[in-house]
């Protein structure tokens, strides 16, 4: 379906493409028209004519211009980051900006000063850093949302046991659902699982007293695909008279 959207002063043609309800994206608004300034104000202009009440928006960030330029969407919940190179002080700022995100996606190097405990990105519920590298500790340490997701991590024992204490202890993560943390392809990094699982008093999973599966916050936008070899995984259950925690590998 092809949408011509126009007033006194602007045209602009657009198409609108059906997906198959198997896609993540199962409807296209797509701009035909060359680039230009105006197009994500006629986006947001078509959203309001779309919607009386405009639903949370997911917003996919692949330029420095369109990071720029894209303040002018509404209502923005849940953004993914696809430049090559992401500055943190244009996180800080995205972040004042839309102070509310469910869900943050960084595909990005982040380059620029390290964020530090108080930024806002550690406070995202969920938060997926795909290139986290020798930040993988900081970020593991800083974070106090409820879904971390560290992907080419450089994993480290004493990270692990840090969080896990700090969790049991309740000093910490108090939101804390779920962490993963997974290495590079064809990367080996020596990691002693065992020792990890004696010293945290980890218990067999049975599946019976505790869920089998563990179920991801459906507002992260991160789909995974992960190697049951590469996962370590830290689930919480609250119970009236102690925390418990689980370690198993992903089968997805």
Not at 61 to 80: C, F, K, P
Request: charged content about 25%; hydrophobic content about 35%; some cysteine.
């Amino acid at each position: 379906m092809n949408i011509r959207k126009s007033d006194i002063y602007n045209q602009s043609l657009s198409r609108c493409t059906k997906k198959p309800p198997t896609q993540i994206w199962t409807h296209v608004l797509e701009y035909l028209e060359k680039e230009d300034d105006n197009v994500l104000e006629f986006l947001q202009t078509h959203l309001e004519s779309l919607f009386a009440n405009q639903p949370p928006s997911q917003l996919k960030i692949e330029s420095t211009n369109s990071l720029q330029s894209s303040e002018i969407i509404d209502n923005v919940t849940d953004s993914i980051f696809s430049l090559d190179e992401l500055e943190t002080t244009e996180i800080k700022h995205f972040l004042t900006v839309r102070p509310n995100q469910k869900s943050v996606e960084i595909h990005s190097d982040l380059t620029g000063r390290p964020l530090k405990r108080v930024s806002k990105l550690f406070k995202v519920p969920g938060l997926a850093i795909h290139e986290s590298g020798s930040m993988t500790s900081k970020y593991m340490d800083n974070f106090s949302g409820r879904c971390l997701l560290l992907f080419n991590a450089n994993v480290t024992y004493s990270a692990w046991i840090t969080l896990i204490e700090k969790w049991k202890n309740k000093t910490a993560y108090h939101k804390l659902h779920a962490v993963v943390t997974r290495v590079p392809r064809n990367v080996f990094q020596e990691f002693h699982f065992g020792e990890l699982l004696f010293e945290s008093n980890a218990l067999p999973w049975d599946g019976i007293s505790r869920p089998r599966n563990f179920m991801f916050d459906p507002r992260s936008n991160t789909q995974l695909s992960i190697e049951v070899n590469r996962l370590l995984r830290l689930v919480r259950y609250p119970t009236k008279r102690r925390r418990k925690m689980g370690f198993y590998p992903d089968n997805q």
